[in-house]
């Protein structure tokens, strides 16, 4: 007799309820195309691409930001202004989509205006002309994305393989997959020359990573096998397969964050979350929202910045939470 409080049975079931939620239609070029927008600017075209009914009203939106603050994970203070910056980033941002069938490579930006009402908290917000066909169910070929699965992904390399996965979906697609040289996934994931400079680097700070959150979170996730020129690793083959994710709760993990909590003292807990979504945040950031925070940051603190491809440490978390959330109480 299945046992009602199963952990499992409850994923499953959320994940199916998930699925079952609001959806996204977006091109399969816009999944694969090369951009910087970033997590957060990408969970916001993910909002208003889910509210749109029909072509007439597909271009502007108007919305509250206090809506939106909760799916884009932004809280405090300093909500309006992070969100500003992430509009005007993505009226920056250019998207660049490729056509193999023409042999052709496609250059806009996201939106091409943003009008901000003050004392209202609103916000109205034009997509370019070139975005229509891409996110509007046009063409035949399309990515059917579940928002609230989409929403619980924390890593944007994570989000942005996963918006790939969706675009071969192994439910739809036979044989699925895709190859992908070295230098083909940095310009798409518009990585600086200095990032990331070895290959081993970015398969444990990219490939590894992004793989082991789809696993824990995702519908899809994917494997992938490493293209070899002799012995030197000069590209990968890539795999979507479906998947029922999982919670995984290493017994090292769990060691960890007692001990955490012991340190922290009877507040503990609270702290730790207040540092986790800190983290979320650092994590979501693009290079430029993260060039801004560390200026904001006391001097003193800025030393302990993580390098590229290094998680965050409690002590930089804690100064940063100062500067997102300066009306909380900060930490001793």
């Known amino acids: 007799m299945p046992v009602r409080n199963d952990p499992a049975a409850q994923l499953s079931r959320k994940l199916h309820d998930d699925l079952s939620g609001p959806l996204a239609v977006l091109h399969n070029e816009l999944a694969r195309g090369r951009t910087d927008m970033g997590l957060i600017g990408l969970r916001l075209i993910m909002l208003l691409v889910g509210r749109t009914r029909n072509a007439e009203e597909f271009l502007a939106h108007r919305v509250r930001i206090d809506d939106y603050r909760k799916e884009l994970g932004l809280s405090g203070d300093s909500a309006y202004s992070h ?44 997509f370019h002309q070139d975005m229509r066909p891409l996110l ?71 490939l590894d990573r992004a793989k082991e959150e789809l696993d824990r979170v995702a519908d899809v996730s994917f494997r992938y096998d490493p293209v070899h020129e002799g012995k030197r690793i000069i590209g ?49 950031a693009d290079a430029v929202q993260r060039e801004e925070w560390l200026k904001a940051i006391p001097e003193e603190a800025r030393m302990f910045a993580p390098k590229p491809g290094a998680r965050p440490s409690r002590l930089f978390l804690a100064a940063l939470k100062s500067v997102l959330e300066p009306a909380l109480p900060g930490f001793n």
């Open 236 to 284: 990968w083959d890539f795999v979507p397969v479906s998947n029922k994710p999982k919670e995984r709760a290493l017994p090292g993990k769990r060691r960890a964050k007692k001990r955490d909590e012991k340190e922290t003292g009877e507040n503990g807990s609270a702290i730790l979350e207040d540092l986790d979504r800190i983290d979320s945040r650092w994590l979501a």
């Open 136 to 206: 509007l169910n046009l063409k035949a070929y399309f990515s059917k994305i579940p928002t609230t699965v989409f929403f619980r992904i924390q890593g944007l390399y994570a989000a942005r393989f996963y918006l790939f996965c969706k675009s071969w979906d192994p439910k739809s697609n036979y044989a699925p997959g895709w190859r992908m040289m070295v230098e083909d996934l940095r310009k798409w994931l518009c990585l600086e020359a200095d990032q990331y400079k070895e290959v081993k680097h970015i398969r444990a700070a990219i």
């Open 83 to 126: 969100f500003r910056v992430v509009v005007r980033k993505l009226l920056t941002t250019i998207i660049q989509t490729e056509n193999p069938i023409e042999d052709s490579e496609t250059e806009f930006h996201v939106l091409s205006r943003a009008k901000y009402w003050k004392g209202l908290g609103e916000v109205e917000l034009m």
